[in-house]
Nanobody, 123 residues
């Protein structure tokens, strides 16, 4: 069993900053890519940023230059630093992680999601 727990959401004025954190705990053989997604009311969930275990990052165009994703492999955590926030960034943000489990004779990888944290940016 694996749990992803997020923290750091809240209400901020446009131009402000927030930092989201996500920690993975449980039966983890290998923590692969981690990422942040968001979903606004009436819209599909979209990827915001992702980071591989080697530290390679990818960002959606709308957040490039404003958001920074990072991870601490020793702690199984990932953070999303969000600067210059805009009202369009208002969403529920979800942490995602691809985690490999191993029984010794076989292994398999599953996707896990956090419970979501609300980010609201006022104009």
């Amino acid at each position: 069993q694996v749990h992803l727990v997020e923290s750091g959401g809240g209400l901020v004025q446009a131009g402000g900053s927030l930092r989201l954190s996500c920690g993975a705990s449980g039966s983890i053989f290998r923590l692969n890519a981690m990422g942040w997604y968001r979903q606004a009311p009436g819209k599909q969930r979209e990827v915001v940023a992702s980071i591989t275990s080697a530290g390679r990052t990818v960002y959606t165009d709308s957040v490039k230059g404003r958001f920074t994703i990072s991870r601490d492999n020793a702690k199984n955590t990932t953070d999303l630093q969000m600067n210059s926030l805009k009202p369009a960034d208002t969403s529920v943000y979800y942490c995602n992680a691809a985690i490999t489990h191993s029984s010794g004779t076989y292994s398999y990888t599953m996707d896990y999601w956090g419970q979501g944290t609300q980010v609201t940016v006022s104009s």
